[in-house]
């Protein structure tokens, strides 16, 4: 079956930086849209980034400037640089994929992965 699986969080000094990478496992034909999202306590999950397949990005207005989205479609793998990290970056971030098509019927459907913690803290 499909799986994401994140790496790369950790704990970072204010304007530290972090490289996030999230690889999407199984028999995949094609993922649409990759992206990151983030949940802080207390908070709603918001959407950090998001990068389609033909390489159109999505940014929240809190990170532009800061984060750089990418990805690799040859080896569904999505990346996050993180950088000029600050207090309130820290969250717990979630990989997702979605309208993906994949063996043997998952067709336009959404994955998440189990997330990273990202703690930016002096």
């Known amino acids: 079956q499909v799986g994401l699986v994140e790496s790369g969080g950790g704990l970072v000094q204010p304007g530290g930086s972090l490289k996030l990478s999230c690889a999407a496992s199984g028999t995949i034909f094609s993922i649409k849209t990759m992206g990151w999202y983030r949940q802080a306590p207390g908070k709603q999950r918001e959407l950090v980034a998001a990068i389609t397949e033909g390489g159109v990005t999505n940014y929240a207005d809190s990170v532009k400037g800061r984060f750089t989205i990418s990805r690799d479609n040859a080896k569904n793998t999505v990346y996050l640089q993180m950088n000029v990290l600050k207090s309130e970056d820290t969250a717990v971030y979630y990989c997702?994929?979605?309208?993906?098509?994949?063996?043997?019927?998952?067709?336009?459907?959404?994955?998440w992965g189990k997330g990273t913690l990202v703690t930016v803290t002096s």
């Open positions: 997702n994929a979605a309208d993906v098509v994949a063996a043997p019927y998952y067709y336009g459907m959404e994955f």
